[in-house]
């Protein structure tokens, strides 16, 4: 809950989402009308938008922007001139925690409070504070640990 908490005051000094770089990139995302499989992974994990709290899909294809040095999707076009709701961010922090579930660097159960960093725009969970020093030698190998943990979690 105390990295819950940490995350929330990052998202309240981010403030809004809106950013002319945002909107290019969401733009750029939908233009071809594809996502990645690491996007659909991260969209089923996140769950929510984190402005208005709906589903997303429900309103369409969601949109990625950055909320400081992470990215999220939203669930529209209408909320990029919004502010994230600090309780739709801590949902969904927790959402991303409980679908990672293990550190990928020791392959361990998460503790009640782990640790974090964020690797290229995306928070990733680690047991201990030397896990993050070994994402950051080889942060591709880790992310795509993360999604292999998302895939079996979002498989059940």
């Known amino acids: 809950m105390k990295c819950i908490k940490m995350i929330f005051a990052l998202a309240v000094v981010a403030g809004t989402v809106v950013c002319g770089q945002n909107l290019l990139e ?3 995302l939908q233009a071809d009308g594809k996502l990645s499989q690491r996007d659909q992974l991260r969209i089923k994990a996140q ?3 984190p ?5 997303l899909g429900n309103h369409g294809q969601p949109i ?3 909320v400081g040095k992470e990215s999220v999707y939203l669930c529209c076009k209408g909320c990029l001139k919004s502010k994230v709701d600090p309780q739709h961010w801590s949902t969904i922090h927790g ?9 990928p660097v020791m392959k361990k159960e998460l503790p009640q409070k782990p640790k974090w960093t964020i690797v290229d725009g995306r928070i990733v969970y680690v047991c201990c ?3 993050t020093k070994k994402i950051a030698a080889d942060p591709e190998t880790y992310l795509s640990k ?3 943990l998302y895939a079996a979690t979002l498989r059940k």
């Open 26 to 28: 969401a733009q750029q």
């Open 47 to 49: 769950q929510i938008c």
């Open 51 to 55: 402005v208005s709290g709906q589903k």
């Open 64 to 66: 990625k922007v950055n």
């Open 95 to 103: 959402n991303f925690a409980k679908a990672q579930h293990m550190c």
């Open 129 to 131: 504070p030397p896990c």
């Open 146 to 148: 993360v999604d292999e």
